[in-house]
């Protein structure tokens, strides 16, 4: 049986809630402004991406067909800017890019709906939105370098490679960051493994060495020897 009575229990919720709100309170919620802001930033980075994912495409196919060049460059005008030459491996880079950025913009604009939704949306994760897509990208080039490394090497540029399963793993990247993060600490576990300890090897081989030195700084600074000539 409970040593406590029910009123008991009641103050002891109503002090757990209090403090609930005390703690949330201190966080203080994105402004409305900076909300829709963000909001409109989140919009706009979803058109721009799919925009020039759909004008690099036919170009990037068109370059990485069988019997193209290797050194053949295409125009590419993203959105009517500019003009630049694209050759099959920049525009493979490119696709990459892209592709990891529209992966982060799902999860970031998931985050921020659900977010929103519940009210509470707070200021200090305003930086994780606006560095969600760098980070997505920069990953997935680090996995598309590896796996270019890795499965393709001696191949004959990037006619060799499969842009569809590049894109969609750059994009899974992107959605999926912390598990591609995982993943690539694995391999890295495993390629670079050592057998024990090297920081604590470390130490012990310093440790040796100033135990050396002190025994012969003492040998040093003994006593003659009373008994001798």
């Known amino acids: 049986m409970s040593g406590t009575t029910p009123r008991q229990d009641d103050e002891t919720a109503e002090r757990t809630d209090g403090a609930g709100a005390a703690a949330g309170a201190r966080q203080h919620h994105l402004p409305t402004a900076a909300t829709a802001a963000l909001g409109v930033l989140l919009l706009a980075e979803v058109v721009l991406l ?27 005008s993203p959105l009517g800017l500019g003009g630049w030459a694209l050759t099959a491996d920049v525009a493979m880079l490119l696709a990459v890019i892209l592709c990891s950025a529209l992966g982060s913009f799902v999860h970031a604009a998931t985050s921020f709906a659900t977010y929103v939704g519940n009210r509470r949306l707070y ?9 969600r897509a760098g ?18 090497a001696g191949s004959s540029g990037a006619g060799a490679t499969n842009p569809y399963g590049f894109s969609g793993i750059a994009g899974l990247c992107g959605l999926f960051s912390k598990q591609a993060t995982d993943k690539l600490r694995e391999i890295c576990d495993t390629i ?38």
């Open 50 to 76: 799919c925009g020039g994912l759909l004008s690099l495409w036919p170009i990037l196919l068109a370059l990485v067909a069988p019997g193209t060049d290797v050194a053949a460059t295409v125009r590419w």
């Open 192 to 229: 670079l493994s050592t057998k024990g300890d090297g920081d604590r090897d470390r130490r012990d081989k310093l440790a040796a060495v100033q135990n050396a030195v002190v025994r012969n700084t003492a040998v040093q600074n003994r006593d003659p020897d009373p008994a001798g000539p």
């Open 123 to 131: 200021a200090s994760w305003l930086w994780w939105y606006l560095l």
């Open 135 to 152: 980070i997505g990208v920069a990953l997935a080039l680090l996995v598309y370098l590896l796996l270019r490394g890795g499965l393709f």
